[in-house]
């Protein structure tokens, strides 16, 4: 059973930084693609960023809404991904899940709460 741990999440003002982290149990190598997703209250979950397999580190994607703001990165030694949050606005407040394809496996979440 593949487990995806989150980690990282608090309260910030606007303006701040979190750095979250997604803790894999098995070597994240294997995972063709790790993603951040979020879902804030009464809305939908959505993708945040994805960091796909390749050369040079990998390909990234973002979210329109988060671009020049967060960056997502991973420690294939340490089987983590993580994603740095900059710049932080009251509109990122969310629940934020990790994922890993293929096999679909989600985290459990953790609180991001941007607040003055």
């Known amino acids: 059973q593949v487990q995806l741990v989150e980690s990282g999440g608090g309260l910030v003002q606007p303006g701040g930084s979190l750095r979250l982290s997604c803790a894999a149990s098995?070597?994240?190598?294997?995972?063709?693609?790790m993603g951040w997703y979020r879902q804030a209250p009464g809305k939908q979950r959505e993708l945040v960023a994805v960091?796909?397999?390749?050369?040079?580190?990998?390909?990234?994607n973002y979210a329109d809404s988060v671009k020049g703001r967060f960056t997502i990165f991973r420690d294939n030694a340490e089987n983590t991904v993580y994603l740095q949050m900059n710049n932080l606005k009251p509109e990122d407040t969310a629940v934020y899940y990790c994922?890993?394809?293929?096999?679909?496996?989600w985290g459990r979440g953790t609180q991001v709460t941007v607040s003055s």
């Open positions: 960091i796909i397999s390749g050369g040079s580190g990998g390909t990234t």
């Open positions: 994922n890993g394809k293929p096999g679909d496996y």
């Open positions: 098995r070597v994240i190598f294997r995972f063709y693609a």
